[in-house]
């Protein structure tokens, strides 16, 4: 038996549980992890509420981790007791002292990058390279919208589109937001608690709109994004952490020949080879400095339901991770 948060019914932050739960002997193609450091995603939180409906319940919740390998079994041949190792998966289970897992789901983690940072990063840092490299490449000289460009993928996504040579607006919701999207890759911030976003971003592009739009905010901003938009260019949804979007005609799109993505990071970790390559750019680019994670609050696994608040309160500048 190890400990673990347990979700027996959805709802507020309360409902998530700590207790003892079963560990399993790994089967053959499986490994065994003691974890050391959890991420903490908005995800999450949609699925502990009741959002996204694809845990069965009971459940352990969480999506990513890093941790030792403790047991392999027969047939693993890449990975041995002792080595380091981070996953994101869409199996869930991540919030527990250890778990047992596929061992194609698993990424071999440098000696350079530390466990909490890597905790704190993968599931964002793949997600930032996603958007701008496999969902519509980001190239040198356009300009893209960031929403929520101070939060946890938000300054990730910002630093890496600058990274590339791409113009970042970032959107924010305080004066000390504003500043933390400013030292990292904002050249252009707007107050969107202030500021009509649509009519800034067209002010600060000469009336074009920018070439791509990445909104993980939805309800509040996606209609926003689309109208900030250039001609040609592309929303790309990739969160609702307002609330889900409302339905609409697609024909609005024809008006500049826009076009529009809803991509989820697991459809593009599944195959292995794609996985590991993906990692590989985000672990060069974390070499170069380019990226600065921030861990802006880390809680023991018990207090869960507390991390849950904090990401939920929008308090918190940088990631949040929980810590067996």
């Known amino acids: 038996m190890v400990n673990g948060v347990v979700l027996r019914e959805t709802g507020g932050p309360e409902v998530l549980r700590f207790e003892s739960v079963p560990l399993a002997a790994p089967a053959a193609d499986q490994i065994q992890i003691r974890q050391t450091a959890i991420g903490v995603n908005f995800h999450d939180t949609y699925i502990r509420s009741g959002l996204y409906d694809w845990l069965t319940l009971p459940g352990i919740p969480g999506v990513e981790a890093v941790g030792v390998i403790e047991a392999v079994g027969a047939r693993v041949r890449d990975f041995a007791p002792g080595d380091r190792v981070g996953y994101v998966t869409p199996k869930y289970g991540g919030y527990a002292e250890a778990r047992v897992i596929g061992a194609d789901r698993v990424i071999r983690l440098p000696d350079d990058l530390d466990d909490r940072t890597a905790a704190a990063v993968l599931v964002k840092g793949l997600t930032a390279w996603m958007l701008i490299s496999k969902i519509r490449s980001l190239e040198r000289g356009e300009t893209c919208l960031v ?166 309160s929008r308090t918190v500048s940088g990631s949040i991770i929980l810590v067996p």
């Open 147 to 312: 929403h929520a460009a101070a939060g946890g993928v938000g300054r990730l996504l910002s630093q890496w589109a600058a990274h590339v040579g791409a113009t970042v607006i970032g959107t924010v919701g305080s004066a000390a937001k504003a500043e933390i999207a400013r030292r990292h890759g904002c050249a252009h911030v707007i107050r969107y608690d202030q500021e009509n976003f649509p009519a800034r971003v067209r002010e600060l592009t000469d009336g074009r709109g920018v070439d791509v739009a990445y909104d993980s905010v939805g309800r509040d901003t996606f209609f926003g994004s689309l109208d900030a938009l250039a001609m040609r260019g592309h929303l790309v949804n990739f969160g609702q952490s307002s609330g889900p979007v409302e339905p609409f005609q697609v024909s609005r799109l024809v008006a500049k020949s826009n076009t529009l993505s809803r991509p989820i990071l697991f459809h593009y970790i599944d195959a292995p080879a794609e996985r590991d390559e993906m990692a590989r750019h985000l672990f060069d680019v974390l070499r170069t400095d380019a990226l600065q994670v921030e861990i802006g609050a880390e809680f023991p696994l018990r207090r869960a339901a507390d991390a849950h608040r904090a990401l939920e």
